[in-house]
């Protein structure tokens, strides 16, 4: 059984920094991209970040790029959001998902919750 | 980017058929997928490339479509379904979200 389990939730202030993790399991992990996928309170998804099942290329949604990295540690079944310069519109809840056909996310982590306030 | 625009919410009796509908602001071929979302729960793919079942999914949920107008239809519907459901296009870049139809059950 695919698990994808997500973990750094937090209330943090603008301008902080935030690093998620998400532990993968029930699949050969080194095999396919992730990515991160965001959802603000009562709006809908916003794609945030692809990472290359070795690391080879990452792609951003223009509203982090610069200030968020995506990583992975293959060896650990684990992916990273390093988050910087955190904003107010960065409060959401975060979703770790693997890269499924033609595309599509095909198995999503539970979320964990990012609030970004003073 | 991609805009996919979705109706916000619909409300049929269980047993019915309902049609979820998703228009893409361009072209995006086949390659628009459905997704349900239950209240506290994480999406779950139904549909991906516009027509095509993931696995475990009931064959109530069927998708049709291309280019720019697309359609999730479920038949019958059950209680179980009451979620959003959104649509996501795979073609352009970045990949974008529909903003969702949340399905009531009379």
């Known amino acids: 059984e695919v698990q994808l389990v997500e973990s750094g939730e937090g209330l943090v202030q603008p301008g902080s920094s935030m690093k998620l993790s998400c532990v993968a399991s029930?699949?050969?992990?080194?095999?396919?991209?992730m990515n991160w996928i965001r959802q603000a309170p009562k709006k809908g998804l916003e794609w945030i970040a692809l990472?290359?099942?070795?690391?080879?290329?990452?792609y951003y949604a223009d509203s982090v790029k610069g200030r968020f990295t995506i990583s992975r540690d293959n060896s650990k079944n684990t992916l990273y959001l390093e988050m910087n310069s955190l904003r107010s519109e960065d409060t959401a809840m975060y979703y770790c998902?693997?890269?499924?056909?033609?595309?599509?996310?095909?198995?999503w982590g539970q979320g964990v919750m990012v609030t970004v306030s003073s | 980017d991609t805009v996919l625009t979705q109706s916000p919410a619909l409300a049929v009796s269980p047993g019915e058929r309902v049609s979820i509908s998703c228009r893409a602001s361009?072209?995006?071929?086949?390659?628009m997928h459905w997704y349900q979302q239950k209240p506290g729960q994480q999406p779950k793919l139904l549909i991906y490339k516009a027509s095509n079942l993931a696995s475990g999914v009931p064959a109530r949920f069927s998708g049709s479509g291309s280019g720019t107008d697309f359609t999730l239809t479920i038949d019958p519907v059950e209680a179980d379904d009451t979620a959003t459901y959104f649509c996501?296009?795979?073609?352009?870049?970045?990949?974008?979200f529909g903003g969702g139809t949340k399905l009531e059950l009379k």
């Open positions: 361009e072209g995006v071929n086949s390659y």
């Open positions: 998902a693997k890269s499924g056909p033609q595309w599509t996310f095909d198995y």
């Open positions: 990472i290359y099942y070795d690391s080879s290329s990452k």
């Open positions: 029930g699949f050969t992990f080194s095999n396919y991209g």
């Open positions: 996501q296009q795979s073609w352009n870049d970045p990949r974008t």
